[in-house]
């Protein structure tokens, strides 16, 4: 039977993960900043991004607030939450969908990715922050060239 500091742990790994996806639909890039490590092993190289490489929280903001830009909406969708905290450490995993949207004349509007997400994180004072973060593509539908 799990403790309660276990429990307790795994439900504020979750709250940050979703804390991520939130204000990245919200396009609140401090609050993207603050769900990150000051560092962060970052890989989207599934997607056809650069290799797995050690990169700053405010990197990653910006990267994405350059590429989402274009896009009238986003939406990230995640469930299936897998945590396995390690004293101040944990990994954590989930599948996840996100919906990007942008009116264009072709009305095809919308692209989809599917996949799962991998996860480290670190407690940091009183707050769990992701360290580690790998989207792995399970297939992409839809228009490829949206932001054209």
């Not at 307790?8 to 990150?36: G, H, M, Y």
């Not at 650069?50 to 986003?74: F, H, Q, Y």
């Not at 390690?86 to 954590?92: C, K, M, S």
Request: with cysteine; aromatic share 12%; hydrophobic share 40%.
């Amino acid at each position: 039977m799990e403790d309660v500091k276990t429990l307790s742990d795994k439900q504020q790994i979750v709250e940050v993960i979703t804390d991520l996806f939130i204000a990245t639909d919200r396009r609140n890039w401090p609050a993207v900043i603050e769900c990150f490590a000051p560092h962060v092993m970052f890989d989207m190289s599934p997607l056809g991004g650069p290799p797995e490489a050690l990169t700053t929280a405010r990197d990653i903001a910006a990267g994405w607030e350059k590429g989402l830009a274009p896009l009238s909406a986003v939406h990230h969708q995640a469930g299936n939450f897998r945590v396995w905290p390690r004293g101040d450490e944990a990994d954590a995993f989930c599948y996840g969908i996100a919906l990007h949207y942008r009116p264009n004349p072709s009305g095809r509007n919308t692209r989809t990715f599917v996949g799962t997400y991998d996860f480290g994180l670190r407690r940091e004072g009183a707050r769990w922050r992701i360290s580690r973060f790998r989207f792995d593509v399970k297939y992409v539908e839809g228009n490829l060239e949206l932001e054209k």
